[in-house]
């Protein structure tokens, strides 16, 4: 037996109201650029929208003209989409109160997860939507999943409760030192001064 072995998520696919409500949310609030527009090749009763969230992935929404919003909560029991979180800059970040205010939008306010920021808020059908900002970038030719998995084992082998920016850069530090090469013998920490 072997696995199937994935590369990235090609595209999420999510089930949308009518056209234009898919549009003024996925491009005029979370400025995805709308991409692609095709029917929905398995019901002809729908349309099929293409967003690049920003990595030249995918979001797709299937669309229904017959289909109106609805902002309750969408389900959240076991198997449901709980939320989709997107990246976003600091800078795009420090701005997302303001700018989900302006539309009265209602939202989380800043959460602190320790490795990131986020802010909440649902979209017009009633997903929950997550903005997340890392707190740190990693060394080039790294990952944030890099740093994520050596900053949990700092973080189990300190019997800490969670991620912090004390683990991310001793993390960093360790991937550097394994990845760096460097003329000096001893590459530990010294005191100039």
């Keep these: 037996m072997r696995k199937l072995q994935t590369q990235g998520v090609h595209h999420i696919t999510l089930t949308g109201a009518d056209r234009q409500t898919s549009i003024d949310f996925w491009e005029g609030v979370l400025g995805m650029p709308f991409v692609f527009e095709q029917p929905n090749l398995d019901n002809a009763a729908e349309g099929h929208l293409y967003f690049d969230p920003g990595d030249g992935r995918l979001i797709t929404i299937f669309t229904n003209e017959e289909r109106k919003p609805d902002r309750r909560r969408t389900p ?37 997860r320790g490795f990131m920021d986020s802010i909440y808020f649902k979209d017009p059908l009633g997903l929950l939507i997550e903005l997340a900002c890392y707190r740190f970038e990693p060394p080039a030719g790294c990952t944030h999943a890099d740093v994520m998995i050596r900053a949990h084992r700092i973080r189990v082998a300190r019997g800490d409760k969670n991620i912090e920016t004390e683990h991310l850069a001793d993390a960093i530090e360790e991937l550097v030192l394994a990845r760096q090469e460097s003329l000096s013998a001893d590459r530990g920490p010294r005191d100039p001064f």
């Design 76 to 112: 959240t029991e076991p198997g449901c989409v709980h939320h989709l979180a997107f990246a976003v800059s600091k800078a795009t970040f420090d701005q997302a109160v303001k700018r989900l205010d302006e539309r009265s939008i209602g939202h989380s306010g800043p959460k602190d």
